[in-house]
């Protein structure tokens, strides 16, 4: 999932298997499952006890799996993110095999007909998530500081695109946002963010009730309203207007639109 972009993420059409996944099935029967708008493909590979999944990223979409997998093992220690079972690189692109974790994706057809359970989950889950990962013991940083120094890179070789921003953002030059950027919000709570907290990323039970969170190739240390930006906005994407509010009193904090503003921005500006 990435900014407004996810609007174009969702169950594949007509996806390709990719040589490297097709190597890595050996026979086993494939389901695609999800594609990102940057190209990145994920199959269900297998059934019963030998279930699990293959996500596969191109290389020109810069997707690093192998940095995902590190976050991935690190976390599984504290809070139930899928687990990993192999990974490897061609020159095609990368891919890494993991466990399945219980649930069902909160945007599943079935959640989108429910959207207040939906969003309280998503809420509890984040809190969990937060209050699970030790900020002491994490190798891994998402820190403002890091996130606004790669912008400025990008937009020196004009990488930096307006059109592909939110609505929100567009009136703005690449100059105008990148000077907002440097008036920066205190930090208000250092927490491990997941990074790309997008509803999609959190996988619910039977009962309506997180179960585990996925796609954490961003996870590091930052401020919460770094991720309850996001987490928020991707209500008005998945389930529509007005459910914003309940799913920070599920996570247990009052709005803060100085810092949701921020670090939407900052998200929108983003690889």
Known sequence: MARPLIKLAGPPRNATVPEAVATVAAGRPLRAVWENELGGLTFEMGSGAGRCFVKWAPTAS???????????RWAETFTPVPRVLDQGQDDTGGWMVTAPIAGECAVAERWKDD??????????????MHDALPVEECPFSWSRHDRVLDARRRASVGLLESERWHPAHR??????ALGLLDDAPTVDKLVVCHGDACAPNTMLSDDGRWSG??????????????????????????????WEDRLLAAYGIAGDPERMRYYRLLWDLGP
């Open 115 to 128: 959207p207040a359970r939906a969003v309280e989950a998503v809420g509890t889950g984040l809190r969990a």
């Open 62 to 72: 810069g997707i690093d799996l192998d940095a995902e997998a590190a976050r991935l």
């Open 213 to 242: 969170h996925t796609d954490l190739g961003a996870l590091g240390v930052a401020d919460s309203w770094a991720d309850l930006a996001i987490a928020t906005w991707s209500t008005q994407w998945n389930y529509g207007p007005g």
């Open 171 to 176: 009136s703005l030059t690449v100059d105008m």
